[in-house]
């Protein structure tokens, strides 16, 4: 086999399995490896992930507050399979997101929180791991992404990843079919132009045009729905509830109190995007070729979570059954922005959105609730339409996994946002905090490998233990896939599926969040304060994705005036000077590492008057009962409020060695950019394919981060040549 070349057919190189990604992407007569048969026998996959969707969301766990959402076709899958209830995900979307493609812990890739445009490659799943598509390839299997699922940066910075638009491609998948953002755009307040101006600001806080009943100064009930193919027609209150809603529910555009003209106005505008209604799809196809949908197009327009059922089902509907096939769907809900899905989603008897105006509070539970219930109704038709299931006479979800040949998994992101958070759960620890609230998951699976369906698991399982299962689905043990040289994480998975009174596998689950690299040669994104979270943070380049997250923008032209602040120390000194209580800093690194019944939490913070980061650890009791379960909040830490006993102690040094076992097995290798554990040759010419891709910006082969892959970095590899880097397993 020739040494591994540089890897500028990437495309050809993640349509074969290799011994290491982008290596040896051709025999030595440079003819293509023959891809493998495929096997009549195997599974297909069905992978479901919901997005910022805890275990605190769904009645099926035993949660779900006061009024939990209705969710009677998960509920349906659930009980034909098994509820895994004490699954841990990493704290926000992208980290988890790529354990389960890669097995591997975040600080192991450097993927440490969610993707924003100023995250460098670095930072992004680079093409040299060996990923889930890459290694079913093994056994024949084709694979798609429909959705969201977040592995790279998208086009607000495209310079920071040398792939653009063809990453999905890059990273193994056969076809994907989503968007690179991380989330659905802000709400369009103007609703498409047509609002009347407050204080420079529209004023439909939804993104539609209410009715004249629910909003007396600006609502409507008739106007012309125009189209973004070019068709118009006038709606009113006889024919809908509130036609502004209806319009957009079409894709289209409504012009509150006018008639249609021949020619549409000017201030309709198709190319702003509106939340949850509209998106920029990226295709990979499996041809090779890509493009893009933009907010504009009319097959991008419409409810998400209809357009990525709707893309999931023609995409299955469309393989020949010849070979078996992974479908990674992954949900936009219910990420925010809040906003109201189409009434024909929900059960009859939904509480209608008359009156919202998507900036209360108080709304966010039922809204969300409201997008919960919308999906499991895709969801539903999802797997009706293609065959996975049938509607029983009383239109309840007849699912009988036996006679499929399709293993369906479905799991959350990572914990509910605190906005919407269900008591006892805490909001103030949840997504992007190390703690229950943020890291603990639902995750269904079934399938006809499950053995006694309708029962839960009770051992721990991390989201990094997905890139086992989906190995031991396709009989591919991924421990002999990935090169020796890599640390995997996962854990098998499969026995809990086929052996119901298998032991734990697993003794202590592991999560984190960290600092994503960005370049040195770019200042910080400005601060955002989040007040239910009582954290400043400076991860937001967006003064609009600060606001979506509920959070408060002390950017540019925000709370502290036209110029802002620099700094969330600023922001500080600044509250502090208002007569206001200072906020915390979001941590520099946050880890949390748990046995059966004990939670130890490290969090590094940097403090403002030192400018030294420092480490404090918290140690909490915890379990996962039912309705109320024991979590870590403040007043159970061990370490301050209580004298630990001769057994928490002992856990809690156990759990201080777990966790330097985990630290202690991170390996930093200047110069070995495809990971493959040596720095030689095959780095040099990797260098050079990246230091002209793209203009050579930002890669996997920008070593000291400025953005740039350039002679800077030769240099490191050259002065690094002949190490070999190897990793002490944890």
Known sequence: MKKPMHP??????????????????????????PEPPPSASLPNILFIVLDDLGVDQLSLFGYGGATPARTPNLDAIAHAGVRFRNAWSMPTCTPTRATFFDGRYPSRTNILNAIVALDLAN???????????????????????????????????????PFGDGVMRELGWDHFEGYLDGGPFPIDVTAGGVSPLVDGKGVYGCGFVPNAQDDPSYGADSGACYLPAGSCSEITT????????????????????????????????????????????????????????????????GYRSTLETDRAVAWIQRQSGDQPWMMSLGYSAIHTPLQPPPASLLPADAENAGGFDCLDSQENRVISNQMIEAMDHEIGRLLVETGLARRNA???????????????????????????????????????????????????????????????????????????????????????????????????????????????????????MGTNITSTEVAAAPPCVVPALNTCAQIFPQQGVCEDQGGDWYGPGGVAGPEGLSSCCAVNEYLVANGES??????????????????????????????????????????????????????SNLLIHHAMTPLQYQNYQTLLGELANIENSLVDCPGDGNEDGVVDQQDIDNWRYFSTLNEGRSSWYDFDHNGFTNNADLTIIQQNLGKRCVAAAS
């Not at 057919?9 to 025999?27: D, I």
């Not at 694979?143 to 592995?151: E, P, Q, Y």
């Not at 499996?286 to 949908?293: C, D, V």
């Open 394 to 512: 009383d239109g309840s979800l007849d699912y009988r996994p036996q006679d499929t040949n399709t293993a369906i998994i479905i799991i959350g992101d990572n914990g509910t946002y605190a906005p919407t958070v269900k008591a006892p759960f805490n909001p103030s620890r949840s997504k992007a905090f190390p703690y229950q609230t943020g890291v603990w998951v639902p995750l269904v699976v079934a399938g006809p490998m499950v053995a006694s369906p309708d029962r839960e698991v009770p051992h721990m399982v991390n989201a990094a233990d997905l890139f086992s299962l989906f190995g031991e689905l396709a009989e591919i043990d991924v421990r002999e896939a990935v090169p020796a040289n890599r640390i995997l994480d996962a854990q098998p998975m499969l026995p809990y599926l086929t052996e119901p009174e298998h032991a734990s596998i697993r003794t202590v689950n592991f999560t984190e």
């Open 8 to 33: 500028k057919p990437l495309a050809l190189c993640t349509a074969l399995l290799t011994a290491l990604a982008l290596t040896a992407c051709s025999s030595d007569d440079g003819d293509p490896a």
């Open 582 to 635: 200072p906020v915390d800093l979001l941590a520099d690194a946050q880890r949390a590492i748990r046995n059966d019944d004990f939670k130890l939490v490290r969090i590094e913070r940097m403090s403002c008057e030192t400018g030294v980061v420092t480490a404090v650890d918290e140690f909490y009791p915890i379990d996962e009962a039912a309705p109320i379960p024991k979590l870590d909040n403040a007043p």
């Open 238 to 301: 006889l024919a809908v509830h509130t036609p502004g809603r209806a319009c957009l529910e079409q894709g289209g555009i409504f012009d509150p109190g006018k008639s249609c003209q021949l020619q549409r106005p000017d201030y309709i505008d198709f190319s702003v995007q509106n939340g949850y209604y509209t998106g920029q799809w990226v295709i990979n196809g499996a041809n090779g070729l890509t493009r893009r949908e933009e907010a504009s197009d009319p097959r991008a327009r």
């Open 123 to 161: 930072s992004q799943v680079s093409p040299y791991e060996m990923t889930t598509p890459k290694i079913l390839k093994e056994k024949g299997y084709v694979n798609a992404v429909i959705g969201k699922m977040h592995l790279s940066g998208s086009d607000v910075n495209p310079a920071n990843n």
